[in-house]
Each structure stands twice: as structure tokens, then as C-alpha cells.
């Protein structure tokens, strides 16, 4: 009986800042990041200039793809060198001036007993509150999560920080609360990994972020050219740029990355350079959750591969149905990925128990597999797989 491959191949992405869309769930992962630090010198800390939380929800914000530079009209009004917005009263101005956004105010949020937020308020929402007439709002929360039957929001918040908390962690006597809902999220339809709806290719173009290409030749030559994802279909160069503290920074080619002179990786800042030649196309478009896809290439004569770039180590149990039970018939834990990005998953036979199958020629196999980057970021992927043994 001969050995049969699972394969997976990954696209590398990266979403393209030409249309202004947000994104919550990166400003979510944004803030549940960094709601216990300070995510310098890419910002200012502003703790001893009055205060961090309206900056750090500007962060969120900023980091889901929403542009605060909108109605400065050049001159910077209200934002920092760094980008921030780091007034409350500034951002509530901002917010509700120049973004497309649902917002309302309220001045009863404990008196009358209602603690409960606007229903259009979501996770990846700002909400602003203050407790007196001098001053209406005083304060900026960061919405990262709804729990229970009646949407119980939690929130994330400097100066003083806090981790998924409800509004009513910061008391009784608050007075005035001003909520808002970005609007302009990215459609459902760019989330579920299919051409559907508008997209041009798949969750991309139309009404999703574009589907722009990768370079063929990317030269970084200072440090405002370095983004968290480097990409190029050839050829990447970095010279006289720096990797600054509290970075994690992964660069991707398919043939070769140079680091020339110049190039510099700060103390507390992570690279990941990684090279295949297994990629014919770059794009930096689709979702992370649509970059690995299992293709099945049972019945063929040749062996397929795992191709992964950018991760370091992985997970794997196959399970079978057995009567009425789900039984682990394969398990490997914190398998090293080689440097070329080329592993074999399962040769779909270790462990198969033959007398289950019904017919004996076919099988049918539950396999979750779990990536991790070296940032620590992991992917945990379920399918169902029918095998036709020969």
C-alpha cells in the first residue's frame, strides 16, 4: 500500500491601506497586546503629559486601519507626531466629525439604572465618559469583547490599566458616556474566504480591501519602510533602516533576502526572514484565516508537502470515528518546521484502524492542526478529511 500526503500551501498576505476600511478585530488584537504597556518609541508614552487612554485607543483604532489624519487638512490639528489623538474631548471631536460612524450621548448611564451600552455597540467600538459638566468627557475605553446573554461589553484601558472590564468597573457616579460604532468595517463576505458578492478575488476588490500584487523587487532603505509584513516575489534588500524595540518584524521572498549595511535590529525586537521558492504568486490581500488550505491529492502517484512560511513549529492529531466515539489515532506535539518550510504531516496510515472502516476502502478522519510563528502567534485549523485507500 503505498504512502499518501496531506498538503497545505500558504499565501502570504498583506492588506493594503489604499481604501480605507477597519478592521475590529486587528484593533481588538491591538489592544488586548498592548493594554499593559506602552508600544514605544512607535508611540509616545503619554502617561506624564495628562494621561494615556485617549492615545491608546487612538493605537486600536489606528492599528484596525482607521485614518486620523482625516480633517487636519494638513496641518495636524489634534494629532501627534506619532499619529495620536491623545485628548479625549479631541478624539470624541474627531470621531463623530470626520468618520463614518454611529454615535449617541448620554447623561443617565447609572442614574436611572441602565447600565447597558447602545445595541450598536461592538467589540472594536470607542466609548468616552465623564463624570461632570466641566469637563464631559474624561476618559477612553476600548470595547474588546461581549459576553453572556445580554451583551455584557468588556473593556481594555490606560492610563491606569485595565483588561476586559465592564463600565461599570469605573463606577457609579460617571455621568456621561458617549458611544460610537465605526462603520466602515470590512462586509462578512471579505471574512469567509470565498469569491463572492463584489470581490474581485477571493475576500479581495470590490467593496473588501484590493488585491493588490507583492513587488517583484523590494528595497527597504529606512526605517519608515519597514512594516510588520515584507513581501516581494523575487527579491527583498534592506539597508540603512532599523528594527526599533518592541517590533516583531517578518520579512518574506521568494528567492533571497539581503540584509545590507546600515540594517539594524534593536535590543527586544524580533525578525523573521524566511525564503521559498514554492510561492508563483504574492498577494497581499486575503485574511490570515484563509491562508492555509488543504488540498487532497489522495490516489496520486507522487508525495505531497507541507509548504509554510513564516512558522516555526506545529501540532498535529488525527482522529477516527470508532463506533460512536471520536478516537486520537495520531498525535505529534512541538514538531520543528525546517528552515525550507517543507514537513510531512501523516502518511494517513500510522494508526488508522483498518477493521473500523465501513466500506474497508474508504476512511474518514478528523485533523486539527495548530502553527505557531515565532511571535507566538498560533493557528488552529479542524478538517474533515475522506481518504480512498488503494
Given at each position: 500500500?503505498?504512502k ?10 498583506y492588506l493594503?491601506g ?19 504597556g ?19 485607543v ?8 482607521l485614518?486620523?489624519?482625516k480633517?487636519t ?6 494629532v ?15 470621531l ?14 447609572f ?15 470607542p466609548v468616552f465618559?465623564?463624570?461632570s459638566?466641566y469637563?464631559?468627557?474624561?476618559h477612553?475605553l476600548?470595547?474588546?469583547?461581549e459576553?453572556?446573554t445580554d451583551?455584557t ?9 485595565v ?6 468597573y ?9 458611544y460610537?460604532h ?10 469567509n ?23 517583484q523587487?523590494?528595497?527597504i532603505?529606512n526605517?519608515?519602510d519597514i512594516?510588520?509584513n ?6 527583498i ?16 521572498s521568494?528567492d533571497?533576502?539581503t540584509?545590507?549595511?546600515?540594517f ?16 508563483l504568486?504574492t ?18 502517484n507522487q508525495p ?5 512560511v ?43 484502524n483498518?477493521?473500523a472502516?465501513?466500506?474497508?476502502d474508504?476512511g ?12 507566538g ?9 475522506l481518504?480512498?485507500?488503494?
Amino acid at each position: 500500500m503505498k504512502k499518501i500526503f496531506l498538503l497545505i500551501s500558504m499565501l502570504v498576505v498583506y492588506l493594503n491601506g489604499v481604501t480605507q476600511v477597519y478592521d475590529p478585530a486587528k484593533a481588538i488584537e491591538y489592544a488586548n497586546i498592548w493594554w499593559n504597556g506602552r508600544n514605544t518609541p512607535l508611540y509616545q508614552n503619554y502617561d506624564d503629559l495628562g494621561g494615556d487612554c485617549a492615545a491608546f485607543v487612538s493605537q486600536c483604532l489606528i492599528a484596525g486601519g482607521l485614518d486620523l489624519s482625516k480633517g487636519t487638512n494638513g496641518s495636524g490639528a489634534y494629532v501627534k507626531p506619532d499619529g495620536v489623538i491623545a485628548g479625549v474631548e479631541q478624539l470624541v471631536y474627531h470621531l463623530k466629525t470626520y468618520q463614518d460612524v454611529d454615535f449617541i450621548s448620554t447623561t443617565d448611564a447609572f442614574q436611572t439604572g441602565n447600565n447597558k451600552e447602545p445595541e450598536f455597540v461592538v467589540p472594536g467600538d470607542p466609548v468616552f465618559y465623564g463624570s461632570s459638566d466641566y469637563s464631559k468627557y474624561t476618559h477612553s475605553l476600548f470595547c474588546v469583547k461581549e459576553t453572556g446573554t445580554d451583551r455584557t461589553r468588556l473593556y481594555n484601558a490606560h492610563s491606569n490599566n485595565v483588561y476586559q472590564q465592564p463600565k461599570s468597573y469605573w463606577g457609579s457616579m460617571i455621568k456621561y458616556f458617549y458611544y460610537f460604532h465605526i462603520k466602515n468595517s470590512i462586509p462578512e463576505h471579505c471574512r469567509n474566504c470565498v469569491k463572492d458578492a463584489d470581490e474581485i478575488s477571493i475576500d479581495c476588490g470590490g467593496s473588501c480591501p484590493p488585491c493588490d500584487d507583492a513587488p517583484q523587487n523590494n528595497i527597504i532603505s529606512n526605517s519608515n519602510d519597514i512594516k510588520d509584513n515584507n513581501y516581494a516575489t523575487q527579491n527583498i534588500n534592506v539597508q540603512n533602516a532599523v528594527v526599533f524595540a518592541g517590533r516583531n518584524v517578518q520579512f518574506l521572498s521568494v528567492d533571497d533576502i539581503t540584509f545590507d549595511n546600515g540594517f539594524e535590529v534593536q535590543a527586544n525586537a524580533q525578525i523573521e526572514a524566511k525564503t521559498t521558492n514554492n510561492i508563483l504568486k504574492t498577494t497581499r490581500d486575503k485574511s490570515l484565516e484563509c491562508d492555509i488550505m488543504w488540498i487532497n491529492y489522495f490516489g496520486l502517484n507522487q508525495p505531497y508537502f507541507l509548504n509554510l512560511v513564516g512558522f516555526t513549529s506545529f501540532d498535529i492529531r488525527v482522529s477516527q470515528p470508532i463506533g460512536n466515539n471520536l478516537t486520537i489515532i495520531y498525535q505529534k506535539n512541538n514538531q520543528n518546521i525546517n528552515k525550507n518550510g517543507s514537513i510531512t504531516l501523516w502518511n494517513a496510515q500510522t494508526g488508522v484502524n483498518h477493521d473500523a472502516l465501513n466500506p474497508k476502502d474508504f476512511g474518514q478522519f478528523v485533523v486539527d492542526v495548530t502553527l505557531r510563528k515565532a511571535s507566538g502567534q498560533a493557528i488552529t485549523k479542524s478538517y474533515l478529511i475522506l481518504k480512498v485507500y488503494i
